[in-house]
């Protein structure tokens, strides 16, 4: 149905408490793009929040297909929503006894063209990452306020982005992205311990590194490794893979460098590959 007819109890828990889960997909020419991993992450952050999702995979494939098929365009943007569904005022997630189920595609329009060509602007946000023992970075919840405040941040300084760091002060990721750094030819990035959502994109960019005999590393970071890097890139499915170009005033080596540029390329050609009609 068109998003003006769209709509969800002013009583929903996904609304009134966050208690919900999402997935952001991609698809490109008709095929939503590594569809089961987004399939698979979003039952595990259900099952990590206790929340029973009411269609098996396979269903909701189905139900992105017919999605991706009713929209007009080739190309776009899904957001598959399982939030715990309406039910009285008050947290207790045992009130609501139907989830709720709501995928929407969109057109995507999220970073601009001069970002990705020259690269962007990012800092170092004062906002922490929450430690993994008040709510879990694998879970891709929805709660987004503790990204949001780092995103506030980012446009007060004029950047492009914000990167968290956890309670430790090790890198974690950005506000809505992965992170990586090249220093001699050896990628990094933070672990999932560290604060890092398991990015789908980022995955893939550790696929393809893998293939192309690129080593790479998870491990903590820190500010100085962003500052010093050869250079630094983010990752995601909105963002796909962007250059950074400096982080707090520091320029990187290279902006785009020789290990992104091999990268975005393989990335380009691994979507064409994936989407070729069946
Ligand atoms: C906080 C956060 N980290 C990382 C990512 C990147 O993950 P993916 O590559 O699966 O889109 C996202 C994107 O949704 C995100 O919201």
């Known amino acids: 149905m068109p998003g003006s007819e769209a709509h969800i109890s002013v009583f929903d828990h996904g609304l009134l408490y966050g208690d919900g889960v999402f997935e952001g997909i991609r698809f ?3 095929r939503a793009f590594r569809l089961q991993a987004h399939l698979q992450r979003l039952m595990d952050s259900a099952a990590a929040i ?9 269903e ?19 957001r598959l929503i399982v939030t715990r569904g309406a039910g009285p005022l008050g947290l207790d997630p045992d009130s609501c006894t139907q989830p709720t189920v709501i995928i929407i595609a969109d057109r995507l329009s999220m970073i601009d063209a001069k970002q990705r060509q020259q690269g962007a602007h990012v800092i170092i946000a ?25 995103r506030i941040e980012a446009n007060q300084a004029g950047a492009d982005e914000a990167i968290l760091l956890n309670q430790n002060g090790y890198v974690a990721e950005g506000s809505a992205d992965n992170i990586f750094v090249v220093r001699d030819g050896h990628l990094l990035t933070p672990r999932p311990v560290d604060g890092a959502l398991q990015g789908i994109t980022r995955g893939v960019v550790m696929e393809l590194a893998a293939e192309r005999e690129i080593a790479v590393t998870a491990c903590a970071l820190t500010a100085y490794d962003l500052y010093t890097a050869d250079e630094c890139f983010l990752t995601g499915t909105g963002a796909e893979l962007i250059p950074v170009r400096d982080v ?22 691994l979507i064409a590959m994936e989407s070729q009609p069946r």
Not at 50 to 58: A, E, F, G, S
Not at 133 to 150: E, M, T, V
Not at 248 to 269: I, N, Q, T, W, Y
């Open 60 to 78: 909701l494939t189905q139900a992105v297909a017919d999605l991706i098929e009713a929209f007009a365009e080739p190309d776009g943007y899904l």
């Open 50 to 58: 206790r929340l029973t999702v009411p269609y098996t995979q396979d």
């Open 28 to 30: 490109y020419r008709g």
């Open 126 to 150: 004062s906002t922490r990452r929450l430690p993994a023992d008040g709510l879990d970075g694998r879970i891709k919840s929805l709660n987004y306020l503790n990204n949001i405040l780092a």
């Open 248 to 269: 707090d005033g520091r320029p990187l080596k290279h902006c785009p460098g020789p290990v992104f540029s091999r990268l975005s390329r393989a990335f380009s050609e």
